[in-house]
C-alpha cells in the first residue's frame, strides 16, 4: 500500500481548524462576543479547553503552537516549572538553602540543593547545552523544534507577566523571588536535564564530591575485592529500580482487536509530584500535524500519545545510559591515570556555587571536580562507594551530549505509521533509556528498543570487561528490570565506546542491531528486556541492552497472560480481542500475578501453622485470624473494595525482599521453555514464606492497621481536604496499574505510579478513538479547578472520552478559549 505524502490527507482537522483560525482572525471575537470592524492578522495560538482543563491549541505554525503550550502549561503548573528552571539555572541554593532536598533524576528527593546545583553548574560552565545548540541536526534541534521552543518561552513569560508573580494561584510559589520570566536556554536545560536523568541518580553525588585521596592513603588502603563492590553495586541498584519510574505499553494489531484495526494502552508510571510530571495537550497546525495525547511538563511535544495515524507510548528501558571506565592511578600522584603505557593528568575544575545561609545572607562554596579522557570521576554509585585508591572510575554518559530526543518528539509526532516511527528512532537516537511500543491505522503493532545506547557490542565486552564489570554485567540480577553496568579496562584506549559508521553519534551502538518486532498480533513491554517483548518470537539483542533467557519480572507475565487471554477469549469477558470497554477493564482489574500464583498456598500455610502461631524476633504472632481474610479474597484484585490485599501487600514485600521472583520458595522452579508460567506453585512449608507471613500480620497490627481493612480505608491521598482512595498496587506484586505509596513532604502520598493512562483504536477510517486519564490531574496548583478532578475520576475506575475532531471539540459543553494574539 502505497504511503500518503505527509500533510495531504487531513481533511476534516484541516478545514474545520483553518475555518477556527480564519473565524477569529476575521473577527477578533471569542464565544459570544461582537465582532470587530477591521480584519486582522491570525491569532499566535488558539487554545480551547474541553472537558477536565485539557487544551486543544491550534496555531499556523510551530512558533505559534509552542505559545499556545508554554501560556496553557504555565497556568496550570507555574510553580513546578519554575522550581524546575531553578535546579537546572543550579540557583536552588540561593534560594532555599543547600540542605534541602531536590529531585534532579528519576527517584524523588535523591540528593541535597548544593549537590544539584554544583552538578548543574558544571554543565553550565562547560556549555554543554550551547554546544550542542550551535550543531546541525541531527545534534542539534531541528528548525520546528527551535521555532517551538522559542513560542513556548513567549507562551509562559506572557502569562507570567499577564497573572504577576504576586498573583499567582499557587501558594508554593505565589510573591517567590526564584520566579522569573525564562529564556530559550532554560528550556533547553531543562529538556536535557530529562534526557540525562537516567544517570543522575546513580552518579550525581559520587561525581560532585569524588576528590582525590592523599599520596600516603592511596598507597595505604586496599582496594576492595570486585565480587564484594559487584554485589552491594547489584543490590542498591535493584532498590533504586523498585522506587522509581517505570510503565506498561501494549500494542495490540489486527488480530487481536475487536471491532477495529489496532489498539495501543499507554499506562507510563511516572511521579507523582515536581519536575516529571506529565500534563496533557492537542497540538494542532493544519496540514502538518494533529496529535494528542500527554509530554513531561514544560516540552512542548508529545511525547506518549497519537495522531491520525500511529499511536504510541515509551516503557522504561534495561539499557544502562552510562558506563564505568577503571583507570589505574598513581599511588604517589592519584590525579595522574594511565593509558596505553602513559600517564595523563586529569583536569580538575572550580564550580562555584551560591548558598544563602541561615541568617539569610548569602555565600559561595566552591568545589573542585576531576575527570579523565572519558568523562568525571566518581567515587560513588548509587550510594555504593567506589573508592579512589590504586584506580579511580570514570563516568562516560551516552546521553550527556543528547538534544537529539527533541528532534525524536517532534517527528514522531508526524509519524504515518509504525515504519516511520522505526525510521525516526533510527535517524535520530535520541530516546533516551526508553523502549518504544506503537500500533498504526494500517493494523501493525511495534515493539521497538532502538535508542542511544553505547557501542558496547558482546566482542567489545569481552575483551575490555574488567572484574568488576563482568559481574555486574553478566551475573543474573536480583531483578531482570535492572540493567547491565559495564566497568571497561580505562587503561587502554581501545576499550573506549568505539564510534560505529551506521550510529548517528560517535560512541552510539548501530541502531540496525538493536531489538524490533512488528506483528499483527501484540507486542508489550513492562519494564524488562526486549527477549519476549512476544513470546512467540523472542527476540535476540546485544547483552548491553539486557537479558534474555531469565526470569521474566510478575508485571511482565501478568501484561503477556492479559493479551493472550482477551485475543483468544479465555478471560471471562465476552468475545475475543480487544475492544476500548475490555481494555479498560482488564487493566483496572489490577489483578496481582503474585496472588494468582501463591495465594492458594499461603492460605494453607497460614492454616497449617501449630495453634496459630508463628515465631517472629522472639515474639508468637497469632496468624489465626489472617487465614480466612486471605482465604475470601478470591478476586486477587487490588480495586478499592478489595479486603485482603493489604496483607497480602505486606507479606508478599516480606518474602520477597528485594530478590528476583527466581529465588523465593518455589516447587517448579524457573524454565526457559516456558518463562511466562514459570517458577510457580510456592512452598507452603518453607520457613521463609511462614516468616514473611508472620512479620505481615505483626506490622499491620503495630500499625493499627485491621488485617481485613479495604484497600480504600488505607490507600488514599488527600486533595484538597478530601480523601481520595486510590485503587493499584506494587509493581513487585505483578498489578500492571502499578501505584507506589509512600512519604512525600511528611504525608502519605503516591510517590510514583499510573500518571497519563491512555488507550487508542483505530478503525479502516474515520478519526482515532481514544480514552485517557490523568491520575494526579493536569494541574499542582491546589486552587486550580483542575488540582484533584480527575484523581476523583482514577480512583472511579473512569476515564475521559477524548475530543480529537474540531466537531468534537466545538460539541464540548464546558468549551471555554483562550485567544493569544
Known amino acids: 500500500m502505497a504511503r500518503r505524502r505527509r500533510g495531504a490527507r487531513l481533511p476534516v482537522v484541516v478545514l474545520a481548524a483553518v475555518a477556527v483560525m480564519s473565524t477569529l482572525a ?91 546545583d554544583v552538578y548543574f553548574q558544571r554543565l553550565k560552565d562547560d556549555r554543554v547545552v550551547e554546544r550542542l545548540l550551535a550543531r546541525p541536526e541531527p545534534d542539534g534541534p531541528a528548525p520546528e523544534v527551535v521555532e517551538g521552543i522559542r513560542g513556548y518561552v513567549q507562551g509562559y513569560n506572557r502569562y507570567l507577566a499577564e497573572t504577576g508573580v504576586e498573583n499567582l494561584s499557587d501558594p508554593a510559589c505565589r510573591g517567590a523571588a526564584w520566579v522569573r520570566p525564562i529564556t530559550e536556554l532554560d528550556v533547553y536545560r531543562h529538556a536535557h536535564a530529562e534526557i540525562i536523568m537516567g544517570s543522575a541518580d546513580a552518579l550525581l553525588d559520587g561525581i560532585v564530591n569524588a576528590a582525590p585521596p592523599g599520596a600516603s592513603a592511596a598507597a595505604a588502603q586496599p582496594a576492595p575485592s570486585p565480587a564484594a563492590t559487584a554485589e552491594k553495586i547489584r543490590d542498591a541498584m535493584a ?101 596505553d603505557g602513559a600517564w595523563e593528568r586529569m583536569t580538575s575544575q572550580a564550580v562555584t556555587v551560591d548558598v544563602r545561609n541561615a541568617d539569610g545572607s548569602l555565600s559561595q562554596v ?93 566482542e567489545h565486552a569481552r575483551s575490555c570487561l574488567t572484574e ?28 573506549d565506546w568505539p564510534a560505529d559508521p551506521n550510529a548517528v553519534a ?50 511482565t507475565q501478568e501484561l503477556i497472560l492479559t493479551a493472550q487471554r482477551r485475543i483468544n477469549g479465555t478471560d471471562g469477558l465476552p468475545g475475543r480481542g480487544f475492544t476500548p470497554e475490555t481494555m479498560g477493564q482488564l487493566l483496572f482489574a ?105 512479620r505481615a500480620v505483626l506490622a499491620l497490627r503495630k500499625a493499627g492497621v485491621p488485617l481485613n481493612a479495604r484497600l480504600s480505608d488505607v490507600q488514599k491521598v488527600s486533595r484538597g481536604g478530601e480523601q481520595i482512595p486510590i485503587h493499584g498496587a506494587i509493581g513487585q506484586l505483578g498489578v500492571l496499574n502499578v501505584i507506589t505509596p509512600g512519604q512525600v513532604d511528611g504525608k502519605f502520598d503516591i510517590v510514583y505510579g499510573s500518571s497519563f493512562v491512555q488507550q487508542v483504536r483505530f478503525t479502516a477510517d474515520g478519526p482515532p478513538q481514544a480514552l485517557s486519564v490523568m491520575a494526579y490531574s493536569q494541574s499542582a496548583d491546589p486552587n486550580s479547578p483542575h488540582y484533584a478532578d480527575q484523581t476523583k475520576l482514577f480512583s472511579a475506575g473512569a476515564w475521559v472520552t477524548e475530543r480529537f475532531t474540531e466537531e468534537q471539540i466545538a460539541a464540548s459543553p464546558h468549551l471555554r478559549i483562550k485567544v493569544l494574539d
Open 506 to 555: 560517535p560512541g552510539l551502538l548501530d541502531p540496525k542491531k538493536q531489538p524490533r518486532l512488528i506483528r499483527t498480533d501484540f507486542v508489550g513491554n513492562a519494564n524488562d528486556s526486549a527477549w519476549l517483548a512476544n513470546p512467540e518470537q523472542p527476540l535476540a539483542f546485544p547483552r548491553v541492552m539486557g537479558d534474555s533467557g531469565a526470569p521474566r519480572s510478575l508485571r
Open 468 to 495: 568488576t564489570g563482568k559481574l555486574l554485567f553478566h551475573q543474573t540480577l536480583r531483578l531482570p528490570t535492572v540493567p547491565p553496568i559495564s566497568v571497561l579496562d580505562g587503561k587502554r584506549s581501545a576499550c
Open 590 to 694: 489490577d489483578n496481582s500475578r503474585a496472588a494468582d500464583l501463591a495465594l492458594g498456598a499461603t492460605v494453607s500455610m497460614c492454616r497449617s501453622v501449630p495453634f496459630g502461631l508463628i515465631l517472629v524476633d522472639g515474639n508468637l504472632v497469632n496468624v489465626s485470624e489472617a487465614c480466612p481474610i486471605l482465604a475470601a479474597w478470591t478476586s486477587h484484585d487490588y480495586t478499592s473494595d478489595s479486603r485482603g490485599s493489604w496483607l497480602f501487600a505486606h507479606y508478599w514485600s516480606f518474602l520477597q525482599g528485594g530478590q528476583g521472583i527466581e529465588k523465593l520458595p518455589w516447587r517448579v522452579p524457573f524454565d526457559p521453555r516456558d518463562p511466562v508460567h514459570t517458577p510457580n506453585s510456592l512452598d507452603s512449608g518453607s520457613s521463609a514464606v511462614r516468616d514473611a507471613f508472620g
Open 26 to 116: 476575521a473577527t477578533g471575537s471569542r464565544a459570544g462576543e461582537p465582532a470587530a470592524a477591521e480584519p486582522r492578522q491570525p491569532p499566535k495560538a488558539t487554545i480551547r479547553y474541553t472537558e477536565y482543563g485539557i487544551p486543544h491549541i491550534v496555531a499556523s505554525d510551530w512558533e505559534g503552537l509552542g505559545t499556545g503550550y508554554g501560556y496553557a502549561a504555565a497556568k496550570d503548573n507555574i510553580c513546578t516549572l519554575a522550581d524546575t528552571y531553578l535546579m537546572v539555572d543550579a540557583q536552588r541554593s540561593r534560594f532555599m538553602g543547600p540542605a534541602g532536598r531536590t529531585s534532579p533524576g528519576q527517584n524523588q528527593n535523591t540528593t541535597t540543593n548544593l549537590n544539584s
Open 239 to 339: 532498590v533504586s529500580r523498585e522506587q522509581s519510574m517505570g510503565s506498561n505499553a501494549l500494542a495490540v494489531g489486527s488480530q487481536g482487536v475487536s471491532g477495529g484495526t489496532s489498539m495501543l494502552l499507554a499506562n507510563p508510571h511516572f511521579p507523582w509530584q515536581g519536575k516529571n510530571r506529565m500534563w496533557q495537550s492537542q497540538l494542532t497546525i493544519p496540514g502538518k500535524v494533529n496529535v494528542s495525547g500527554a509530554s513531561l511538563l514544560g516540552l512542548p511535544a508529545i511525547n506518549i500519545g497519537y495522531n491520525e495515524n500511529v499511536a504510541w507510548s515509551h516503557t522504561v528501558a534495561t539499557v544502562a545510559p552510562f558506563g564505568l571506565f577503571d583507570v589505574q592511578v598513581d599511588p604517589l600522584n592519584p590525579t595522574m591515570y594511565l593509558v
Open 366 to 458: 566552591t568545589r573542585t571536580l576531576w575527570s579523565t579522557r572519558y568523562g568525571p570521576v566518581t567515587t560513588s554509585m548509587q550510594g555504593v562507594p567506589l573508592p579512589w585508591v590504586v584506580s579511580a572510575h570514570a563516568v562516560r554518559d551516552v546521553n550527556m551530549h543528547n538534544l537529539r530526543a527533541l528532534n525524536t518528539w517532534f517527528r514522531l509526532d508526524q509519524a504515518r505509521d509504525v515504519h516511520e516511527v522505526v525510521d525516526t528512532l533510527e535517524s535520530t537516537q535520541g530516546v533516551p533509556f526508553f523502549n518504544t511500543v506503537a500500533s498504526d491505522r494500517q493494523g501493525n503493532a511495534l515493539y521497538a528498543d532502538i535508542q542511544a545506547t553505547p557501542n558496547i557490542t558482546d
